[in-house]
């Protein structure tokens, strides 16, 4: 619910085509929103027979919760069926507020401690239907260490202007982004980026990888990603900071 695209998503697909969508401003901070949306679907009522609009808004959000938060939304669907009054009334809009921001990917957030504490390289694929809170979860992720607040991770949309159609278009893209010559060799890109490893944590994104032909998804991760990760091990010995 942070992210606009997001907050369309869960709600078109909880409330397909139902008219109080249209009364949504979705340019609202998102406490605002929360809190004004929570009103309106309580003051839509049923979207079917037997089932109000902000129930219909609760299942879909259960399934991206934990289970302890599922077991509270369970019950905050009984009450909403079952009592008239339930919201705006009886429940603060702050209780939905944290359920809604707790889409909060746990199990994920919990793998990949689990990960960058055994090893010093590793890569992870955010992937999932549009909308569906990828974007969330990376940013939970770089919650994960404090130090990742001070850094600017290295971002490539592999969409933009076809970069993820071809490796030589990605290599210039990164190219770009540490200010090299487009034609640089690809060996002085990777020596960059363990270069900062001496004194910080790298963290590259690849945005829109499902735009990525197999082939070149494949051949990108033997091209750079597997290079990398060997140079890291070889010469990039662990600093005091002991990055990642």
Same mark, same amino acid.
């Given at each position: 619910?942070?992210?606009?695209?997001?907050?369309?998503?869960?709600?078109?697909?909880?409330?397909?085509?139902?008219?109080?969508?249209?009364?949504?401003?979705?340019?609202m901070p998102v406490d605002t929103f929360i809190t004004d949306?929570?009103?309106?679907?309580?003051?839509?009522?049923?979207?079917?027979?037997?089932?109000?609009?902000?129930?219909?808004?609760?299942?879909?959000?259960?399934?991206?919760?934990?289970?302890?938060?599922?077991?509270?939304?369970?019950?905050?669907?009984?009450?909403?069926?079952?009592?008239?009054?339930?919201?705006?009334?009886?429940?603060?809009?702050?209780?939905?507020?944290?359920?809604?921001?707790?889409?909060?990917?746990?199990?994920?957030?919990?793998?990949?401690?689990?990960?960058?504490?055994?090893?010093?390289?590793?890569?992870?694929?955010?992937?999932?239907? #549009?909308?569906?809170?990828?974007?969330?979860?990376?940013?939970?992720?770089?919650?994960?260490?404090?130090?990742?607040?001070?850094?600017?991770? +290295?971002?490539?949309?592999?969409?933009?202007?076809?970069?993820?159609?071809?490796?030589?278009?990605?290599?210039?893209?990164?190219?770009?982004?540490?200010?090299?010559?487009?034609?640089?060799?690809?060996?002085?890109? +990777?020596?960059?980026?363990?270069?900062?490893?001496?004194?910080?944590?790298?963290?590259?994104?690849?945005?829109?990888?499902?735009?990525?032909? #197999?082939?070149?998804?494949?051949?990108?991760?033997?091209e750079f990603w597997e290079p990398l990760v060997a140079e890291?091990?070889?010469?990039?010995?662990?600093?005091?900071?002991?990055?990642?």
């Amino acid at each position: 619910m942070e992210d606009k695209k997001e907050r369309r998503g869960h709600l078109n697909r909880a409330l397909i085509n139902v008219s109080v969508l249209n009364s949504l401003d979705w340019d609202m901070p998102v406490d605002t929103f929360i809190t004004d949306m929570v009103k309106k679907l309580h003051d839509f009522g049923e979207i079917v027979s037997g089932k109000p609009a902000l129930c219909a808004l609760l299942i879909e959000i259960r399934q991206y919760v934990g289970v302890d938060k599922q077991v509270r939304i369970n019950e905050l669907i009984v009450e909403v069926q079952t009592q008239g009054e339930f919201l705006p009334n009886q429940t603060p809009p702050n209780l939905l507020f944290d359920l809604l921001l707790q889409i909060d990917f746990k199990q994920q957030a919990r793998l990949v401690r689990k990960v960058i504490d055994r090893h010093r390289t590793a890569a992870f694929l955010v992937h999932g239907e #549009p909308y569906c809170g990828q974007q969330l979860l990376v940013n939970r992720l770089f919650r994960l260490k404090s130090e990742w607040k001070k850094i600017s991770p +290295i971002k490539i949309d592999v969409s933009h202007n076809g970069a993820g159609r071809s490796i030589s278009h990605l290599w210039r893209q990164l190219a770009s982004w540490f200010r090299l010559p487009k034609d640089v060799e690809p060996k002085e890109i +990777i020596q960059k980026i363990c270069d900062r490893l001496f004194t910080q944590d790298v963290i590259l994104i690849f945005y829109t990888v499902d735009y990525m032909p #197999p082939k070149v998804l494949m051949a990108w991760l033997q091209e750079f990603w597997e290079p990398l990760v060997a140079e890291v091990e070889e010469n990039c010995p662990h600093s005091e900071q002991n990055t990642h």
